[in-house]
T-cell receptor, first 114, second 117 residues
Framework: DAMVIQNPRYQVTQFGKPVTLSCSQT?????MYWYQQKSSQAPKLLFH???????NEADTPDNFQSRRPNTSFCFLDIRSPGLGDAAMYLC?????????????FGPGTRLTVT | AQKITQTQPGMFVQEKEAVTLDCTYD???????LFWYKQPSSGEMIFLIY??????QNATEGRYSLNFQKARKSANLVISASQLGDSAMYFC??????????????FGTGTQLKVEL
């Protein structure tokens, strides 16, 4: 089945130690998104890729970076994780912009910072 | 700026009963889309239903229907014949186009639904 895959499902990292979260998709969608969801809060968009074009949300901290080496894969890099970065990180994909195009979400990676 | 409001932090419903989850929105864009997602405790976001601002009829998907009242700016989700597996967090979200293509979803704060025997 076509899907969005996130690895790992659970990640523990130390304060200040760089960490990379992975997302892959078999849907061949143009757009890939990264959301941050803190406990009991709504998901918040960090950035997205439209094909190879990177688009950062204005309030996304510089500590967060992303790479998309090909259509299928997208990575979220946190350069120096702080305790406040502990959250669920959700990857999503969609076809190109349009009225209806729903976003398909992966299962998320729950990040713990110690 | 777009805004989504979900005023029910938690809801209880008995199995086999219907339940309505409220969602109001605010936007100045004449073209918009409204989504409902379900998030079980496992964390994944599951798409349930979509309503476009120009759609003439209320959207339905199986046991899910969307009560869209454009003048009131509300898009309530109705779940009929609730099942234990419906227990989850439910998010209402609004689509807006964003620079560089793609669609940005602005989410409400969610409603935690608990289905009881």
């Amino acid at each position: 089945d076509a899907m969005v895959i996130q690895n790992p499902r659970y990640q523990v990292t130390q304060f200040g130690k760089p960490v990379t979260l992975s997302c892959s998709q078999t849907l061949n969608h143009n757009v890939m998104y990264w959301y941050q969801q803190k406990s009991s809060q709504a998901p918040k968009l960090l950035f997205h890729y439209y094909d190879k074009d990177f688009n950062n949300e204005a309030d996304t901290p510089d500590n967060f970076q992303s790479r998309r080496p090909n259509t299928s894969f997208c990575f979220l890099d946190i350069r120096s994780p702080g305790l406040g970065d502990a959250a669920m990180y959700l990857c999503a994909t969609s076809r190109a912009a349009g009225d209806y195009y729903e976003q398909y979400f992966g299962p998320g990676t729950r990040l713990t910072v110690t | 700026a777009q805004k989504i409001t979900q005023t029910q932090p938690g809801m209880f419903v008995q199995e086999k009963e219907a339940v309505t989850l409220d969602c109001t929105y605010d936007t100045s864009d004449p073209s918009y889309g409204l989504f409902w997602y379900k998030q079980p405790s496992s964390g994944e976001m599951i798409f349930l239903i979509y309503q476009g601002s120009y759609d003439q009829q209320n959207a339905t998907e199986g046991r899910y229907s969307l009560n869209f009242q454009k003048a009131r700016k509300s898009a309530n989700l109705v779940i009929s014949a609730s099942q234990l597996g419906d227990s989850a967090m439910y998010f209402c979200a609004m689509r807006e186009g964003i620079t560089g293509g793609g669609n940005k979803l602005t989410f409400g704060t969610g409603t935690q639904l608990k289905v009881e025997l």
